[in-house]
């Protein structure tokens, strides 16, 4: 799969990438996470200028096991291959400095509740 890098101009920071499906592309986070819909190259573009850093301060849901609930939950870092973050739940049982999810994928995180929950 084709991925092109999107950079903010005036200081290099990465903000995601767009992600080619046949003649459309898909705006996506720094950890490959949805940031909308397949469109125009323009327009994926426009949408990781738009949202690539700051939907990542918006809540996300994450799933800890496979086939385990859904759960609402805050991100605290982000990489290409992993990221820490915090359940809403204050009760949930959960380590100090947060749960590493490695790999990341949509069937462990993603930005929109999925069905079902």
Excluded: K, N
């Amino acid at each position: 799969m084709q991925r092109q890098e999107v950079r903010r101009s005036e200081d290099g920071e990465l903000l995601g990438y767009v992600l080619a499906e046949g003649d459309r592309w898909r705006p996506v986070t720094v950890f490959l996470g949805a940031l909308g819909p397949s469109a125009s190259l323009e327009t994926a573009l426009a949408a990781v200028h738009d949202r690539g850093l700051s939907a990542l301060a918006e809540p996300w849901w994450c799933r800890l096991t496979d086939g385990g609930p859904w759960q609402p939950c805050r991100l605290l870092e982000v990489r290409p291959d992993e990221v820490r973050l915090r359940l809403e739940d204050p009760m949930a049982d959960q380590p100090p400095g947060g749960i590493v999810l490695r790999p990341v994928s949509p069937q462990t995180l993603r930005s929109t509740r999925p069905g079902g929950c």
